[in-house]
Each structure stands twice: as structure tokens, then as C-alpha cells.
């Protein structure tokens, strides 16, 4: 019976019905469907930029260097006469991707790691979890600071800094998962009936240990984005056609006193997107976290 | 009862917020604790004060003859002197050296030497001193570069007495006296050179009119007047002790935040203004803005001949009538630095003003002669010859000085305009990049020199005496030629003649696309007067002073 209870809950967690999101009609409700809207208006603008940019984003209207927003310009021009609005559009695209696969990175290299710690504990758990720490104490953009300087500046290296510096996050909150998991009744169960520990490791604890890696990647995607705009914010960037909202804001600094608007809606953009992204990141716990389900 | 504690309270934090801003107003006030009593009316210059001034980069090295950075040399022209200095009008003027003959063939100068002058450290300067300095630059030991480069072809010295000294060349050069007024070739106290040995440029010791206090890496370089000082060129006014009791070099390469601080009161100047606060800067009450146009070699951006297809002049060509200099120059610096059209910039010996506007912006003409090199336009826009795509690698060095990288990224835009792909590397390591490895398609980069010998060292036939790589990698006899008897050749007139038909040619063959003069900014509180600018567009503090 307590076996099937377990199961049933299982399958029951990565089912995200939409309809929970909106439950009751509240303040948190609105946010979250405002956080998925921008979401959303982000994800479209990563996807297919020309959509809804007015401009090229290189073009350079070298007569309208520096103009203030206006009709024509809705985020006003940058001095080198190029649309602000376009180059937010299109930089979309370039952070996205600095975030994502940076997240993906950290979850897929320091999930195992923090899995194997907790599963196996002992020596090897002692191994990881020391040299893990090491990497705990330099702080995370110091960190992927001086990865990145190492690296020298290009895309890949922007990202691996990124990845590696979050590594450490996902290997603990792995590795605390499985501890706690691998001691509940259900295991022992299983394993008192000659379950393999391979068998026991994939179908009874990983399914059970995820979801706080979704709420942290989640939450993890909007920190990615903000370290990497802080990394080309730095100059560590690349220079690229297109600059990501990091380099945006880089250029833009320069400029505060003359142009406010180049460093401003840049800024404007990493804020809403890091905004929506926890606001979402936290209705998953909520929905998520299996202590409140068993409420309901 | 309560009510009064509450009273107590408020009262305590009042006293609190009073001491508190007391305390800031002094501290935003930085002369404050040097000033000398008395408020002076008059323009006359007053002795005392400190003054701060923002360095926009950090300098390598304060030992003159190892530095190749022209903000390192804005530091330690303070604390040292030339033999002979340049005048605005090129001519060439007595310093440490009286006088000087030089001898029939050119190749040997004998100077007689100031009697009255002694090293900060108590060294007493005399022809010995000045053997031993050149003999330093020459010594591999020492790994000078510029300095090597400028003190060609000096072979040995020979002390004739205490303060006679004779210099002998290799062969005639008639930049040598040119060369011998830069700060880079600036006499250091030879005792303090051989005690500090590899440290000396974190204990330089000179004969200048400031000696040097303290260096505290990344933050600033503190100098202080020296009393006895009595030897100032004829270049400044003042050639006794300075006025100023200190000069404090604050290292603050945020743009913003140093000329911020210009406005704020935090220091009194800062160098190089960017282009977008030039212009609102000229519009505040209580600062003022200097300029001057440095001299050398502007900022230009060299095609790496060794590399195909560049070794093409047609290919070449093409690029330099596809980048348009006039739209980068206006867009980026706002009209507040000039186009360059040669190789020299204006005002130096040769200058050919000819060049200018000798050609013009035409992507046509450079599809045209790409067409004809043999570059068919691909389906993404992007030319491609045997299967091969036309990219060009421009390397550009960070951090983003004068806007140098935002240069790249228009570039990038023209050029493809006319189906050259820009693949653009910002590297800080440009050193070993472009001198080492030349890994690059086109390079940008400026000099600081007095004299048009400049030329010699980067488009000349590589000679073993180089002391870094070229920077074109292509050469050209006729151009060799005319360098060398540039070098030699010790009738002025003759000399602009020889080094114009030089730019011709150099402009001719497209081996470079010049960009922008640079012009040296100082934004300056209205308090402070007397910053003079030397021949090369250095500052110069003799003539310094704080108005009370």
C-alpha cells in the first residue's frame, strides 16, 4: 500500500497544471502571470528577433547618433546610431542562450557529482564534497571572473566560466537530497526485498530528488544571465555583432550623463527577465515541494 | 520623562549628522590641510598645494629608458630631464647641455654639460653620468625598447672631461637630437640605476623638478617639488623649483568616473576626456578643458602584408576605399578629434598636407577592384576566391582605449557592406599576438615621436637592428630608399621633401588606412593654472599652480 501511495505521488509531481498557477485570484497570481508574459515576450524575441524589431541591429544611422527615445526610436539610439530597442530585441537572443546553457551545464555536471556523493557517502563522498567547498569559497563571479580572464574572451568561455562556478550549488543540493532520501522507508523497503542499487538509485531516488533542481535551475537561469552580463559588463565579453544585454549596458555606462537611455533599457531588460524568472522559479517550489502536496 | 529621552535621542543624532557632514565637507576639500594662509588676489602664482591628476591607464615601468607607454611617460617627465629639449617649432633647444657641436661626417656630438646640477639622491650629474645612461639603453640587460629604438645609431660615449662628453654614431642621423629631447631617453642618476637595478622604475631617481615619493600599484604615484631645481627648459617659464609642494598621479581608468571626479572636486584633473563629455564639459562654469594634437604617428590601422590576400595592393585598395574614415571619426569622437590622412600627423618635420583629402569613401571602386582580384560574392554575402572565404582578422587591444574597439565594430559593418567578413579579437595580450606571432589581418596602433624617422622602424626592410616586428610585413625598395636617406640627411628642407615622397607611397600602396590624430585632453578645476604641454603633447607641471 505505502509503496503505492509513494508511487502515485511520483507521477503526480512533473505533472504542471497550468490551472494550479491560478488557483485563487490573488496578487502572487497576477505576478505570475505577468513573469510568464514577459517570459514569453522574451523567449518570442530570442526566437524570431526580426518580428518585432523596427531595425537591423546593425544598422548604424550614423546621422542619428545618441537620439533620445522618440516614435522612431522607442529606446532612443546608441553613438554609434544604432536602435536601442532593436539591439534589446536581438540581444535577447545571445543572453538566453549565455543562461541556458550555462544552467545546463552546472545541473548536468554537478547533479551526478552531488548524486554520487550522497549515494555512495564515504571516502567518495568526503573526495567530492572537499573539493566542491574549495570551489564554494572563492564567490561565484569572482570565480567565473578569473575563469573567464583565464579562458580569454569568446562565447564558449563566457558560458563554461558561468557553468563552473555554479557547479557547486547543484552538487550540494543534489548531494543533500540523496542523503535524506536514501534513508526514507521506501528505499530500505526495496532494498530489503533485493532491489540492485543501480535499480533503487534511478527508479526510486532520483525520481523523488529532482524537483528542487528545477527550482534551482530555474532560479540559477536568471542568476547565469546576470553573471554573464556582469562578466561583459567587466569587458571579459566578446565583441560581437550583436552584443548581448550584458554588452549593452557596458557600452551604455560610458555614456550616463549624455545618453541615459543606452545603459537604461539594456538594464531594464536583465531586471524584468531575472524578476520573472524567480517569481516563476518560486511558484514551482510551491507547486513542486512535496511537503505541500501532501497538504492537499 | 520619556518625551525627554526621546528629545536626548534626537539631539544626539543631530550632533552626530552635524560631525558627520563637517567631516565630509573636509574630506571633499583635498588641498585643505596644505593650503597657505593668506588669500592671494592677484594672478600671480602661488607656491604650495598639491595637485591631483587622473591617469587613465597605469604606466608600465617609471624607468624611462624601459617604458613603452606614453601615460608612463606623463609621470616621469616630472622626474626627468633631456639633454636638449624640442621646441614647438622643431627646433632644437639647450637643457642639461649647453651647447654641443656635432662634427663634419654627423657622427659624432659633443655636448658640454650644466656644471650646477645634482641627481635627487645627491649623485652630482656630470659627463659620466651621461655615458653611463646611454651605455645602459644599450646594454641588453637593461631590455629597453623604445628607448633602444630611439637612441639609434649611438654606438659608444667618451668622457672628454667632467663635463664634456663626446656621442658616436654609426652613421649620421639627423633625428638624433630630436630623439635625445624625449623623456624616454631622460638621464636617470646612475647611482640609483646601479643600487635598485630591475626596481629602478618603482624607485626612479632623475634630475627633474619633481622627485619621486611613493608608487602604490593601481592607485597612484605621489612626486614632490624639488627645492633645488634651478635647470627648467627655455620651453617653460618657470625654470626654478616648481610651485607646486606635490603631484599626486591617481590611476582611475574609468572614463566616467575620472572626469566625474574633475566635477566633483575629488581631483583636480584628469587626462584624456572622452569625446562625449568634451563637449559638455565645455559648458561647465568651473572647469576648463586643455587640448593640444599629440605629434608622431596618428592612429592607424596596418594591413599584415605577410598574409594572403593582403599582400595584394589591389586587395588592399579595396579595403581602404570600403572604410569610411570620415563617418567613424565624426560618429564615434563627435567632431572633437581630427581625420588623419598620413602616415605623420600634422605638425611634424615632412608633414605632407597634400594627402589630405586625396581620396574618398568609394564602396563601388572597391567592389570593383575586388571583382577583379578574382573575389565573387558568395550566397551570404561574403566574397569567397578557390572555395576560400575573404575574412579579415582584426586584432585590437582592450581594454577599449579612445574607443578603439567601437573603430572595429564599424569597420565590421562597412566592410561587409562590400563582402569582406571582420572577425574581430580584442585581446590584451596584443604584445605577443601582433609581435610575435603576427596573427593578424589589420592592426591599429599610434605613436608618440618628435621626428619622422618614426617611418624607419615600421616600414622598413627589417635589418636585424629592429627592435620589435613590423607592423606591415611588406616592403618597398623605393620606400627603404628614401628612410634611409631620411636618416641621414642634414638639410631640413631636403629632409620634408625626402619623408613626403615617403607618405606618398606608403599611402599609394595602401599599406595602411590612417584614422584619427589624437588629441591629449586635460579637464582641469578652474583653480588650477599653468599646465603646459611639451613639443609631443606631454604635460608639463613647471609652470603648475593651484589659485588659492
Known sequence: MKNVANESRVVQIPKLNISKFTTRFSFSTISVYVALIVLLCILVSALFPSWLAPYAPTVMHTDRILVAPSAKHLFGTDYFGRDVFSLVIHGSRDSLIIGVSAVLIGVVVGGPIGALAGYIGGIVDVIFMRIIEILMTIPGILLALAIAAALGPSLINIVLAIAISSVPGYARVMRGQMISIKKRPYVAASRSIGTSGGRILLWHILPNAWSPMLVMATIGLGSAILTGAGLSFLGLGVIKEIPDWGALLSQGRNYLTVGWWMATFPGLAITAFVLAINIVGDRLQDLLNPKMSRGR | ?548
Open chain 2, 1 to 548: 520623562m520619556r518625551g525627554n529621552l526621546y528629545q536626548t535621542k534626537y539631539l544626539v543624532v543631530f550632533i552626530a549628522l552635524v560631525l558627520f557632514l563637517s567631516g565630509c565637507s573636509q574630506g571633499a576639500n583635498p588641498d585643505g590641510s596644505t593650503q597657505k594662509s593668506g588669500v592671494q588676489t592677484t594672478a600671480e602664482p602661488t607656491y604650495g598645494g598639491e595637485l591631483t591628476f587622473a591617469l587613465a591607464t597605469s604606466p608600465d615601468t617609471l624607468d624611462p629608458h624601459r617604458s613603452s607607454r606614453a601615460v608612463a611617460v606623463r609621470a616621469f617627465r616630472t622626474i626627468f630631464d633631456s639633454l636638449v629639449v624640442q621646441e614647438a617649432d622643431n627646433s632644437i633647444q639647450p637643457w642639461l647641455a649647453t651647447k654641443w657641436t656635432v662634427s663634419d661626417d654627423g657622427k659624432s656630438y659633443t655636448f658640454e654639460l650644466r656644471e650646477d646640477v645634482t641627481f635627487h639622491d645627491g649623485t652630482p650629474f656630470n659627463a659620466e653620468a651621461v655615458k653611463y645612461n646611454f651605455d645602459r639603453i644599450l646594454n641588453p640587460a637593461t631590455k629597453a625598447l623604445n628607448s633602444r629604438a630611439l637612441l639609434k645609431p649611438y654606438e659608444s660615449a667618451e668622457v672628454l672631461d667632467e663635463y664634456t662628453v663626446k656621442l658616436n654614431l654609426s652613421t649620421p642621423s639627423s633625428s638624433f637630437l630630436s630623439n635625445l629631447s624625449q623623456a624616454m631617453l631622460g638621464i636617470v642618476s646612475p647611482t640609483a640605476a646601479e643600487k635598485y637595478g630591475d626596481q629602478f622604475g618603482k624607485n626612479p631617481v632623475g634630475t627633474g623638478p619633481f622627485k619621486f615619493v611613493s608608487w602604490t600599484e593601481n592607485a597612484d604615484i605621489k612626486v614632490e617639488k624639488n627645492s633645488d631645481y634651478n635647470w627648467g627648459p627655455s620651453y617653460v617659464e618657470n625654470q626654478g623649483q616648481p610651485y607646486l609642494d606635490k603631484l599626486i598621479f591617481k590611476i582611475v581608468p574609468e572614463e566616467a568616473t575620472r572626469v566625474g571626479g574633475v566635477q566633483s572636486g575629488q581631483v583636480l584633473a584628469a587626462e584624456t576626456v572622452p569625446p562625449q563629455n568634451i563637449v559638455s564639459l565645455e559648458n561647465d562654469p568651473n572647469t576648463q578643458l586643455l587640448k593640444v594634437n599629440t605629434l608622431g604617428l596618428p592612429y592607424t590601422l596596418f594591413f599584415n602584408q605577410r598574409r594572403e590576400p593582403w599582400k595584394d595592393v589591389n586587395v588592399r585598395k579595396a579595403v581602404m576605399l570600403a572604410v569610411d574614415v570620415e563617418t567613424i571619426v565624426k560618429t564615434l569622437y563627435m567632431g572633437t578629434y581630427e581625420r588623419s590622412w598620413s602616415p605623420l600627423t600634422p605638425g611634424i618635420l615632412g608633414y605632407d598636407e597634400t594627402l589630405e583629402n586625396s581620396w574618398e569613401y568609394d564602396p563601388d571602386t572597391a567592389n570593383k577592384l575586388l571583382d577583379e582580384a578574382g573575389y565573387v560574392m558568395g550566397a551570404d554575402g561574403i566574397r569567397e576566391k578557390d572555395g576560400k572565404k575573404l575574412t579579415l582578422n582584426y586584432v585590437d587591444a582592450s581594454p577599449n582605449r579612445e574607443k578603439r574597439n567601437d573603430i572595429a565594430v564599424i569597420v565590421q559593418q562597412q566592410l561587409k557592406e562590400v563582402g569582406i567578413a571582420v572577425e574581430i579579437n580584442v585581446t590584451p595580450d596584443f604584445m605577443t599576438v601582433i609581435y610575435e606571432k603576427s596573427d593578424y589581418d589589420l592592426y591599429g596602433n599610434s605613436q608618440v615621436n618628435s621626428d619622422p624617422n618614426a617611418l624607419r622602424e615600421i616600414y622598413h626592410t627589417p635589418d636585424g637592428s629592429r627592435v620589435l616586428e613590423s607592423l606591415v610585413g611588406g616592403y618597398d625598395p623605393k620606400l627603404d630608399e628614401l628612410l634611409e636617406q631620411g636618416t641621414v640627411e642634414s638639410d631640413p628642407a631636403k629632409r620634408e621633401e625626402i619623408y613626403k615622397e615617403a607618405q606618398q607611397i606608403i599611402i599609394d600602396k595602401a599599406m595602411i588606412i590612417p584614422i584619427y590624430i589624437f588629441p591629449y585632453t586635460v579637464a582641469a578645476s578652474n583653480k588650477v593654472n599653468g599646465i603646459t604641454f611639451d613639443s609631443l603633447g606631454y604635460p608639463l607641471f613647471n609652470d603648475a599652480y593651484i589659485q588659492q
